[in-house]
């Protein structure tokens, strides 16, 4: 077999954004525009290609990233090179913040994204959230404001919200003829045309000249557009000084270049189950990069250590990064991967570098959402699966066993929030702790853990909703039944000043003893920047064998903070001092030592409690907003600013804040009888910060 589309007719992209902005929908839209589906699916109706999991049918979003393929040739632009047909491969993500483990590992693959903004609300928290995401991989951006035709849609507001809160760099490609309900068509800046429809499930859009009253707005947009572009190109500047004209063809090109440099966010609008979608699938192929267009992968040569590069081209070795482990109730284990270079085929053998272990190829799938479509061989640019891989995670390198590399991994958060679970029967639990290890190995942001004192199993994950969904996914999947205790706050304990101290082990048992003795000094350090251990032993003081088990022992001492046992972040520890014994030394005696230093140093050093602090955004009708803004207050949050949203009749008021996570707990059902079920919110953790004294000393007395 050979490929069928070339490298520069492929496009890997994600639909990102806030939850309820309308990225399913949009897919929605994409497939059916495509011909891949015959009717748009409606989120709430339970009935959508990509949101296939029945927790996403039941509470209308989406869960878990869904990938799926489809073809489009472009209908209002002719392309740079006018091959036939495009392939598009799509990853509708999750935004719930709970969920956003599932952004990030797809931002890692993809090498472009549309963000969608809901367009009566603009920029909201995980807008900003999947924003930095994407900066954090250079992912090259288009934006779209939806729901632009629905009550409170406004373009121009969320435009000036992407530029307030994100980015100056966003320029409109589009602007909307009309408003709210009478939208009914968008002016192309590029071709200065107004393409209209009388109806969203119109087959096709109606190019006219653009309405006498949007002159004048589109001359200014397209004019701030040009003059961003030109100067990214010495000859199109050259003509514009001259008063040239600038061809279509030219003018797209340019707009490909800045936004594939990161220069522009092109911002298109509309809404996402419409016709207009059109001009989105064109502005994918025209704007958003192929493989090629990207440098070539870097990785490391185990052997070696050296850093080396996999150019995107099939004739290269193969290599992959697997993004998403999921265990499919038909097929199994399923790993999703993406392939830098090379080609893979069904029955070949693969080297997993991170695991350092071969595996064989059995069946390599295409996934459309949950139904899977065979193929036996993939190319480079391509996203597929493998069904059966054993020992595989999520961000292992996959490679050719003869060309070993290893790709940068994918870090995810910590877990805020823990609950503990029991099986609710003697024969549950077997099946619990089956249930438990294989949604670990899908979801690198859910944890399990023992609570030595309690014996209980501990399941840590990024909020309620989270772990609801977790324990739902249980009971259904694996028939599993569990009880589950009140939510638990993942704090952590920390140090505000320097100190030092000496860990000294000895103990004689009348055959050879044990000898250890270290001196350490501790200090603090930035939030988020970790433990550090530094070796200042100089002389052979102590034998450099001894030194990593004295660091392993003071890592392991970092499990236990002092105060009430929670770990120990944000510490440098400095090994300076100490002896050793001929013949009772040995690391076990120095491991001990050195945890015994660092509880002594740490007690010494102010220790504290730190609490995980969340963003929260609530949305409230005006009536609510002194109930709503002293019900935050209450729960010792911090009211950072108040906006307005929609006219004076049907005013919204939008209030960012900061709450500790404690206070949070069932606060959508809070907030429901504060406003009779009127407002909305959503939350996304922060940052860390230092717990009041008095709510610490009640943090120690329950630990005890």
């Given at each position: 077999m050979s490929r069928k589309y070339k490298f520069k007719n492929i496009r890997n992209i994600g639909i990102i954004a806030h939850i309820d902005a309308g990225k399913t929908t949009i897919t929605e839209g994409i497939l059916y525009l495509t011909g891949i589906t015959h009717k748009i699916g409606i989120v709430h109706g339970g009935d959508t290609q990509m949101d296939w999991m029945e927790q996403e049918k039941e509470r209308g979003i989406t869960i878990t990233s869904a990938a799926t393929t489809c073809f489009w040739i472009p209908k209002h632009y002719a392309p740079q090179d006018p091959d036939k047909e495009y392939l598009i491969n799509i990853i509708d993500t999750p935004g719930h913040i709970d969920f956003t483990v599932e952004v990030q590992r797809s931002l890692r693959v993809l090498d472009g994204a549309v963000v969608v903004f809901d367009g009566k609300m603009g920029v909201e928290p995980q807008s900003e959230t999947v924003w930095r995401q994407s900066d954090k991989f250079n992912v090259p951006r288009l934006c779209f404001i939806n729901k632009i035709n629905q009550v409170g849609g406004d373009f121009y507001k969320s435009l000036d919200s992407i530029k307030d809160r994100l980015t100056s760099d966003v320029y409109p490609l589009q602007i909307p003829i009309g408003f709210e309900k009478d939208i009914k068509g968008v002016v192309d800046l590029v071709k200065m045309k107004a393409y209209v429809y009388n109806d969203f499930h119109d087959k096709e859009l109606i190019e006219e000249e653009i309405p006498e009253d949007l002159k004048e707005k589109a001359e200014k947009y397209r004019q701030e557009l040009l003059e961003k572009i030109v100067e990214s190109d010495d000859a199109l500047t050259e003509k514009y000084l001259n008063?040239?004209?600038?061809?279509?063809?030219?003018?797209?090109?340019?707009?490909?270049?800045?936004?594939?440099?990161?220069?522009?966010?092109?911002v298109f609008c509309g809404d996402g189950r419409g016709v207009i979608m059109e001009t989105l699938l064109d502005a994918v192929v025209n704007y958003l990069p192929a493989p090629v267009d990207l440098p070539p992968v870097t990785g490391i040569e185990p052997k070696t250590d050296k850093e080396i590069t996999r150019e995107t081209s099939d004739d290269a070795p193969f290599s992959s990064l697997a993004f998403k482990i999921a265990t499919d109730p038909y097929v199994g284990h399923l790993c999703y991967f993406r392939i830098y270079s090379g080609i893979l085929e069904?029955?070949?053998?693969?080297?997993?570098?991170?695991?350092?272990?071969?595996?064989?190829?059995?069946?390599?799938?295409?996934?459309?959402?949950?139904?899977?479509?065979?193929?036996?061989e993939v190319y480079a640019g391509d996203i597929a699966a493998i069904v059966g891989l054993k020992g595989t995670t999520t961000g292992d390198t996959l490679c050719d066993p003869e060309e070993p590399i290893i790709l940068e991994n994918i870090e995810f958060p910590e877990p805020v929030i823990s609950i503990a679970i029991e099986p609710k029967t003697k024969a549950d639990q077997e099946k619990m702790a089956l249930s438990l290890r294989k949604l670990a190995e899908e979801d690198p942001t859910f944890k399990i853990k023992g609570d030595p004192e309690t014996g209980q199993t501990i399941i840590s994950g990024?909020?309620?909703?989270?772990?609801?969904?977790?324990?739902?996914?249980?009971?259904?999947?694996?028939?599993?039944?569990?009880?589950?205790?009140?939510?638990?706050?993942?704090?952590?304990?920390?140090?505000?000043?320097?100190?030092?101290?000496?860990?000294?082990?000895?103990?004689?048992?009348?055959?050879?003893?044990?000898?250890?003795?270290?001196?350490?000094?501790?200090?603090?350090?930035?939030?988020?920047?970790?433990?550090?251990?530094?070796?200042?032993?100089?002389?052979?003081?102590?034998?450099?064998?001894?030194?990593?088990?004295?660091?392993?022992?003071?890592?392991?001492?970092?499990?236990?903070?002092?105060?009430?046992?929670?770990?120990?972040?944000?510490?440098?520890?400095?090994?300076?001092d100490g002896s050793y014994h001929d013949v009772d030394s040995s690391e076990s005696a120095f491991k001990i030592a050195g945890s015994m230093a660092l509880q002594t140093a740490v007690k010494r050093a102010d220790p504290i409690i730190l609490e995980p602090i969340m963003k929260l955004q609530v949305t409230t009708p005006e009536d609510f907003m002194g109930d709503v803004v002293g019900d935050i207050n209450s729960k010792r949050g911090r009211i950072e600013k108040m906006e307005d949203r929609g006219e004076r009749s049907s005013l919204i008021k939008i209030i960012d804040s900061y709450v500790p996570l404690a206070s949070m707990f069932g606060y959508a059902t809070q907030l429901r009888s504060i406003s009779q079920g009127r407002a909305n919110f959503s939350m996304e953790f922060d940052h860390y910060e230092e717990v009041p004294k008095n709510v610490a000393e009640g943090i120690i007395g329950e630990k005890k």
């Amino acid at each position: 077999m050979s490929r069928k589309y070339k490298f520069k007719n492929i496009r890997n992209i994600g639909i990102i954004a806030h939850i309820d902005a309308g990225k399913t929908t949009i897919t929605e839209g994409i497939l059916y525009l495509t011909g891949i589906t015959h009717k748009i699916g409606i989120v709430h109706g339970g009935d959508t290609q990509m949101d296939w999991m029945e927790q996403e049918k039941e509470r209308g979003i989406t869960i878990t990233s869904a990938a799926t393929t489809c073809f489009w040739i472009p209908k209002h632009y002719a392309p740079q090179d006018p091959d036939k047909e495009y392939l598009i491969n799509i990853i509708d993500t999750p935004g719930h913040i709970d969920f956003t483990v599932e952004v990030q590992r797809s931002l890692r693959v993809l090498d472009g994204a549309v963000v969608v903004f809901d367009g009566k609300m603009g920029v909201e928290p995980q807008s900003e959230t999947v924003w930095r995401q994407s900066d954090k991989f250079n992912v090259p951006r288009l934006c779209f404001i939806n729901k632009i035709n629905q009550v409170g849609g406004d373009f121009y507001k969320s435009l000036d919200s992407i530029k307030d809160r994100l980015t100056s760099d966003v320029y409109p490609l589009q602007i909307p003829i009309g408003f709210e309900k009478d939208i009914k068509g968008v002016v192309d800046l590029v071709k200065m045309k107004a393409y209209v429809y009388n109806d969203f499930h119109d087959k096709e859009l109606i190019e006219e000249e653009i309405p006498e009253d949007l002159k004048e707005k589109a001359e200014k947009y397209r004019q701030e557009l040009l003059e961003k572009i030109v100067e990214s190109d010495d000859a199109l500047t050259e003509k514009y000084l001259n008063n040239k004209e600038i061809t279509e063809q030219e003018f797209v090109k340019a707009i490909r270049e800045c936004t594939l440099a990161g220069n522009i966010f092109p911002v298109f609008c509309g809404d996402g189950r419409g016709v207009i979608m059109e001009t989105l699938l064109d502005a994918v192929v025209n704007y958003l990069p192929a493989p090629v267009d990207l440098p070539p992968v870097t990785g490391i040569e185990p052997k070696t250590d050296k850093e080396i590069t996999r150019e995107t081209s099939d004739d290269a070795p193969f290599s992959s990064l697997a993004f998403k482990i999921a265990t499919d109730p038909y097929v199994g284990h399923l790993c999703y991967f993406r392939i830098y270079s090379g080609i893979l085929e069904s029955g070949s053998y693969i080297l997993n570098t991170s695991t350092n272990k071969k595996e064989r190829v059995g069946r390599i799938v295409r996934m459309h959402a949950n139904k899977r479509e065979e193929v036996k061989e993939v190319y480079a640019g391509d996203i597929a699966a493998i069904v059966g891989l054993k020992g595989t995670t999520t961000g292992d390198t996959l490679c050719d066993p003869e060309e070993p590399i290893i790709l940068e991994n994918i870090e995810f958060p910590e877990p805020v929030i823990s609950i503990a679970i029991e099986p609710k029967t003697k024969a549950d639990q077997e099946k619990m702790a089956l249930s438990l290890r294989k949604l670990a190995e899908e979801d690198p942001t859910f944890k399990i853990k023992g609570d030595p004192e309690t014996g209980q199993t501990i399941i840590s994950g990024m909020g309620e909703l989270h772990l609801e969904v977790i324990v739902d996914r249980m009971r259904r999947e694996f028939s599993v039944e569990a009880n589950i205790g009140k939510p638990q706050v993942a704090y952590r304990e920390t140090i505000k000043s320097n100190s030092q101290a000496e860990g000294k082990y000895i103990r004689q048992t009348g055959g050879r003893g044990q000898y250890g003795h270290v001196l350490i000094r501790i200090e603090p350090k930035e939030q988020g920047q970790g433990f550090e251990f530094v070796n200042e032993i100089k002389g052979g003081i102590i034998p450099q064998e001894y030194i990593p088990a004295i660091g392993k022992g003071i890592k392991e001492a970092m499990d236990r903070g002092v105060l009430a046992g929670y770990p120990l972040v944000d510490i440098k520890v400095t090994l300076y001092d100490g002896s050793y014994h001929d013949v009772d030394s040995s690391e076990s005696a120095f491991k001990i030592a050195g945890s015994m230093a660092l509880q002594t140093a740490v007690k010494r050093a102010d220790p504290i409690i730190l609490e995980p602090i969340m963003k929260l955004q609530v949305t409230t009708p005006e009536d609510f907003m002194g109930d709503v803004v002293g019900d935050i207050n209450s729960k010792r949050g911090r009211i950072e600013k108040m906006e307005d949203r929609g006219e004076r009749s049907s005013l919204i008021k939008i209030i960012d804040s900061y709450v500790p996570l404690a206070s949070m707990f069932g606060y959508a059902t809070q907030l429901r009888s504060i406003s009779q079920g009127r407002a909305n919110f959503s939350m996304e953790f922060d940052h860390y910060e230092e717990v009041p004294k008095n709510v610490a000393e009640g943090i120690i007395g329950e630990k005890k």
